[in-house]
């Protein structure tokens, strides 16, 4: 035994050795409106860009999933939920897991810890009102998070999906962690709104990438949590790689196609106390006895 020894496997379910998730942050309008929040721009092409989310985006992404048979996780903000109200209900009718994503796509950097607290309260009430019912989990805007809204999402009883300190299931605070990965997030490579934005990735680029990590995660073991954006993968040739993707993830009959939930629901069952970790920010190095010794 050596302390460089890897863990032992994470337990999934029977038969099964590694993990995917697709999940979609549908972010719609909603960061735009966080961004000018103070000031609201007559300025249309940003916003337009952002609508052709809800409009086509979601419904080519959730017909290539239907046409698979896949079931995914879809983080809503509140403000989205509101100004497209079938959004949620349609999203469940056809099966797939609906949680929390902000009210307004707030950046944690920006807002209280009061304010965090209200607005999740709001983003419950709309999710409740439209669902009658509580989603099971949260997934932060930007995948920022502090202590506060750590010790809310545990208070409600939600699992997160925002942070990646491992890369399968854990906890974190005593809150169920169903870790995203930026390398496998669509807006790195995507996100392009003109102006001195670089130019977007080629989709065979990021195919081949996603491929290299699907590969990873069968032979490590890990979950492979793919992060799509209704404004920015329910573009045609995107959408269509990403169905190349979930082909290949279909035929590999060892690996785990679960919701955030549903992966959740397992840790918590069957692993609960695993990578259990309570993570401390440390003080400023400024006050660390080796840059203050005389
Ligand atoms: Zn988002």
Not at 256 to 283: F, S
Request: aromatic share 10%.
């Amino acid at each position: 035994m050596s302390a460089l020894d890897l863990p032992p496997a994470y337990p999934w379910p029977e038969g099964k050795s590694s993990a995917f998730c697709f999940s979609m942050d549908v972010d719609a309008h909603s960061p735009w409106m966080w961004n000018n929040r103070h000031e609201v721009p007559q300025l249309l092409s940003h916003l337009e860009q952002r609508n052709y989310g809800p409009r086509i985006g979601i419904r080519r992404v959730a017909d290539m999933l239907k046409r698979l048979g896949i079931k995914g996780s879809f983080y809503v903000p509140g403000a989205v939920a509101e100004a497209h109200p079938w959004m949620l209900p349609a999203l469940v009718e056809a099966g797939h897991e609906v949680g929390l994503h902000g009210y307004f796509h707030e950046l944690v950097q920006q807002v209280s810890d009061e304010e965090f607290s209200r607005v999740l309260e709001s983003s419950i009430e709309i999710f409740e009102r439209q669902l009658g019912q509580k989603p099971a989990g949260f997934r932060s805007p930007a995948w920022e998070m502090t202590p506060h809204m750590l010790a809310e999402v545990k208070r409600h009883g939600f699992y997160d999906s925002s942070l990646m300190g491992y890369d399968t299931p854990h906890s974190v605070d005593g809150v169920t962690e169903v870790p995203v990965n930026w390398a496998t997030d669509d807006a790195i490579f995507f996100k392009f709104l003109g102006g001195g934005d670089p130019a977007p990735r080629s989709t065979a680029s990021v195919l081949e990438a996603w491929v290299d990590e699907f590969e990873a995660s069968q032979r490590y073991g890990t979950l492979f949590m793919l992060t799509v954006h209704d404004w920015i993968s329910g573009r045609g040739a995107r959408t269509v790689m990403l169905e190349r993707l979930m082909e290949r993830v279909i035929a590999a009959e060892d690996v785990w196609l679960a919701t955030a939930g549903e992966l959740a629901a397992h840790h918590r069952a069957h692993a609960a106390d695993r990578d259990a970790v309570t993570p401390e920010i440390p003080t400023t190095l400024l006050e660390h006895p080796a840059w203050t010794r005389q």
